[in-house]
């Protein structure tokens, strides 16, 4: 059991969340998240990594040569519910690869949070990933007991699954079911939404590609996210030599994911190299603000809240609070500007107070912690 339960959980690892970004998890099957700035214990298992497909990259593909096992429905609920129970972990997410049948793996799946629900009367947080192509009443009962869905979109179009996953079809089996789910999600809205996967670095697609197809999907399918999986090449497929993608491209993705789902970015107003991608030296809103002087200086006394969040240095928390501190009188000092957050090295060359320049400070110490940048990462 608890070898099953191991293996199961390290595969784990192809799923993402975010724990990634904390360099290490708590065991093979237990995993750190990001909500609200505080990290959570997720237990995260495959129900089955026995796959009908043969994607070229997956751990999971029909032909590696590898161990394969599943668990009983009950089984698994019951480990989990132990874990709850004992406060080892603070919630479920729930995949697996898909056996014989879609729908039948997704029913089983769904059995196990019923259990859960019903039988433990656990109310706690489920994730439950929805296999491609299955049927919908289907999803409207997964739905009815998680409080997340999700879908592995896996790449951005046509070609691109073609070069890694040949069996699946795109528009059919991985677009069609994400609108079924988008759909579904707009008559009664999940508590935690819906979400996808896409993997970075896989086939050649470029960032430029993979951010437009993202904001087509948050403006077309209302998604809460969108997940920048790396590639990791793994033993005994046949991408098992080809080069992992670089923790620092994960980054920038999710940095620009947030210029485009909160700071009403255009994917077209983005900085990208002559191929295509995000440059990794910098982060994009600051090589935005370079690119842009004529946008610049803006007074922060005057700024409306869209010029205040293409500020480096400003978010959206400091912004409000900036627009609040305004209607009782002008902003006078910088101190101020600090006291609300304001990142005053990364803003001083784009801002005035008062008509007036700030004074260059010394340099402020920061490292970039990686999870602060994801909200509501669960």
């Given at each position: ?165 040949k069996e699946k079809d795109f528009s059919k089996n991985l677009l069609l079911t994400l609108k079924k ?42 998604l809460s996210r969108v997940y920048y999986s790396g590639f990791i090449p793994v033993p005994k497929t ?78 959206i928390k400091s912004a409000k609070k900036i627009l609040e501190i305004r209607k009782d009188g002008k ?48």
């Amino acid at each position: 059991m608890q070898e099953k339960l191991n293996f199961l959980g390290e595969l784990g690892i192809f799923e993402v969340s975010d724990y990634i970004y904390q360099k290490e998890k708590f065991t093979s099957f237990i995993y750190p998240s990001v909500y609200k700035n505080r990290i959570v214990k997720l237990f995260k298992v495959l129900l089955s990594n026995n796959c009908k497909f043969n994607c070229l990259y997956c751990a999971n593909r029909r032909d590696r040569d590898c161990p394969r096992y599943s668990f009983n429905v009950k089984e698994l609920a019951e480990i989990f519910y132990s874990m709850w129970k004992k406060r080892l972990v603070n919630g479920l997410f729930l995949s697996s690869a898909i056996e014989k049948d879609n729908n039948e793996t997704q029913e089983k799946m769904i059995d196990l949070v019923e259990i859960l629900r019903k039988k433990y009367n656990y109310n706690g947080y489920i994730h439950l990933k929805i296999l491609p192509g299955v049927d919908e009443y289907l999803i409207k009962r997964g739905k009815n007991y998680a409080d997340r869905l999700s879908l592995n979109m896996e790449s951005v179009n046509s070609e691109y699954i073609r070069k890694i996953a040949k069996e699946k079809d795109f528009s059919k089996n991985l677009l069609l079911t994400l609108k079924k789910i988008s759909e579904l999600n707009k008559e009664n809205p999940l508590k935690n939404g819906i979400t996808t996967q896409i993997i970075v670095g896989s086939s050649e697609e470029k960032d430029k590609e993979i951010l437009s197809f993202s904001l087509y999907l948050y403006k077309n399918f209302n998604l809460s996210r969108v997940y920048y999986s790396g590639f990791i090449p793994v033993p005994k497929t046949p991408f098992e030599y080809k080069k992992p993608c670089s923790l620092k491209r994960q980054i920038r993705l999710y940095q620009a994911d947030i210029l485009i789902r909160k700071y009403k970015f255009l994917p077209s107003e983005l900085p990208f190299d002559r191929n295509g991608n995000l440059y990794l030296n910098k982060d994009p809103k600051i090589i935005w603000a370079e690119k842009n002087k004529n946008f610049f200086p803006i007074e922060i006394n005057k700024a409306n809240f869209y010029q205040l969040i293409r500020i480096p240095g400003i978010g959206i928390k400091s912004a409000k609070k900036i627009l609040e501190i305004r209607k009782d009188g002008k902003i006078k000092s910088e101190n101020i500007l600090k006291k609300i957050g304001v990142k005053l090295k990364k803003a001083m060359p784009y801002i005035l107070i008062d008509g007036k320049k700030i004074k260059e400070e010394k340099e402020e110490k920061e490292s970039e912690v990686y999870y602060t940048i994801f909200d509501e990462i669960i």
